[in-house]
């Protein structure tokens, strides 16, 4: 008798267990058949050098007397972080970035002559190449900013004001001007009718000194990279 139970149980375990296969079965895969490989994006293609730095290049700039400069900006060769500027009136000169991507500081320096007033110095091209840089002007320049604003392609230069470290660019009221009406709007907009007035604040303008030159970028940067100049 207990045998006879034991094979019945036996039987209904096996019924069970091919029924509950039966429904669970997977589709059989056919043997030639390859997955279609999935669609890999195309690497994106390494930046270029003015990309990096888009300050690179050449530029026609005016002050505000209207006199216009042929400036060239080129990299220093051994610190990545120096640009020499090189058209202006008070000579050749470096300029040291603050805040990437085209945000830079103008040391207080003596300049050098500019690239071509070099060249003529030294009256020999196999060697302008060397010794340009070298050539010293004597000129001495204070403290000042250079900001390259790419959406504009517009370049400001600044020779005279100290560099504002939090707010770079108010030393050129033509780049806040926007920023400033647009945040004028943004407030206007989220005061309520029935809400108080706000107070109105006067904001104090910064005081321009030295001398402000604006332009535009001409062309793409040369690709020779700038020998660092030897000052004494």
């Known amino acids: 008798m207990k045998k006879r139970s034991f094979l019945t149980f036996f039987l209904a375990i096996a019924i069970a267990m091919a029924t509950i296969a039966q429904t669970s079965t997977t589709p059989e895969v ?4 390859k997955p279609q490989p999935k669609e890999l994006l ?7 050098e003015n990309e990096i730095f888009p300050v690179l290049g050449s530029f026609d700039l005016t002050d505000k007397k209207g006199t216009s400069s042929h400036v060239t900006i080129t990299r220093d060769g051994e610190n990545k972080g120096i640009v020499w500027v090189s058209g202006l009136p008070q000579g050749k000169f470096k300029a040291l970035i603050k805040d990437a991507p085209a945000t830079y500081k103008i040391p207080a320096q003596k300049t050098l002559a500019n690239d071509e007033e070099a060249v003529e110095a030294t009256g020999d091209d196999a060697t302008a190449t ?3 840089s070298k050539v010293v002007n004597g000129r001495a320049i204070q403290e000042g900013t250079l900001i390259f604003d790419k959406d504009a392609n517009t370049l400001y230069v600044n020779i005279g004001n100290k560099y504002n470290e939090e707010q770079p660019a108010t030393v050129f009221p033509e780049m806040t001007v926007a920023a400033d009406s647009a945040a004028v709007a943004s407030e206007a907009d989220m005061t309520d009718d029935t809400a108080k007035k706000p107070k109105k604040t006067t904001t104090k303008k910064p005081v321009i000194k030295g001398i402000t030159y604006t332009g535009t970028k ?6 020779a990279v700038e020998a660092a100049p030897a000052q004494n």
């Open 130 to 132: 060397k010794t340009k």
């Open 42 to 48: 195309p690497m994106p293609d390494s930046m270029t």
């Open 30 to 33: 056919p043997r030639n058949y």
């Open 218 to 223: 001409t062309d793409a940067p040369a690709a």
